[in-house]
């Protein structure tokens, strides 16, 4: 069964930092590329980062670019998502991701998310 | 930045009716558009991938349709359960992959 497990949610002040990690089981995870896409109480998706298979690329929303970092152990199955200067508007539910498309590549991609986390919160507020 | 609208906002309807949801983007996307259904409390589900195929598990009142600039996502007798909201994404051009706003079906 695959799953994907958030944690390290938290209640934060404005330009603190917060680290956030998935721990996934159940597929060949360094295979596939995995994804954060969060979600504003009571708004839509927006998706933040991805990591591709072999961590060599990662690629952010511009919300978000030069504050996040994403990581990956593909040996331990995990990834993280490192957040500084956090604003009010980062505010939200974080999911984890699984991309459906084996391996990575850049331009147009088939598939869509096909495996989420049940995501962790996210408060910065002071 | 492609834009994806999505229409209507909300959609109200009866048990084994047939609903249309429709998502449309700021410019072509060809066929790379999946279709996500969210419940209350949850994470998004994916639907269809690559505008009309089914993802593992999806049932067969589930169907996706669509290319270019415009899709539908199209529940052939709606059942209870089916109340969500649904999502559309693209995944022509990014960063970022982009999402509809989001249509809202209730079941009378």
């Known amino acids: 069964e695959v799953q994907l497990v958030e944690s390290g949610g938290a209640v934060v002040q404005p330009g603190g930092s917060l680290r956030l990690s998935c721990a996934v089981s159940?597929?060949?995870?360094?295979?596939?590329?995995i994804h954060w896409v969060r979600q504003a109480p009571g708004k839509g998706l927006e998706w933040v980062s991805l990591i591709s298979w072999d961590a060599r690329t990662a690629y952010y929303a511009d919300s978000v670019k030069g504050r996040f970092t994403m990581s990956r152990d593909n040996k331990k199955n995990s990834v993280h998502l490192q957040m500084r200067s956090l604003r009010n508007e980062d505010t939200a539910f974080y999911f984890c991701?699984?991309?459906?498309?084996?391996?990575?590549?850049?331009?147009?991609?088939?598939?869509?998310?096909?495996?989420w986390g049940q995501g962790t919160m996210v408060a910065v507020s002071s | 930045e492609i834009v994806l609208t999505q229409s209507p906002d909300t959609l109200s309807l009866s048990p084994g009716e047939r609903a249309t949801l429709s998502c449309r983007a700021s410019?072509?996307?060809?066929?790379?558009l999946a279709w996500y259904q969210q419940k209350p409390g949850q994470a998004p589900r994916l639907l269809i991938y690559d505008a009309s195929y089914k993802a593992t598990g999806i049932p067969a009142r589930f169907s996706g349709s669509g290319s270019g600039t415009d899709f539908f996502l199209i529940i052939s007798s709606l059942e209870p359960d089916d109340s969500a909201v649904y999502y559309c994404?693209?995944?022509?051009?990014?960063?970022?992959?982009?999402f509809g706003q989001g249509t809202k079906l209730e079941i009378k």
């Open positions: 991701a699984k991309d459906l498309a084996f391996g990575f590549s850049s331009g147009p991609t088939r598939g869509g998310f096909d495996f």
């Open positions: 410019q072509s996307v060809g066929s790379y």
């Open positions: 994404q693209q995944r022509y051009n990014w960063p970022p992959y982009t």
């Open positions: 159940g597929f060949k995870f360094d295979d596939f590329t």
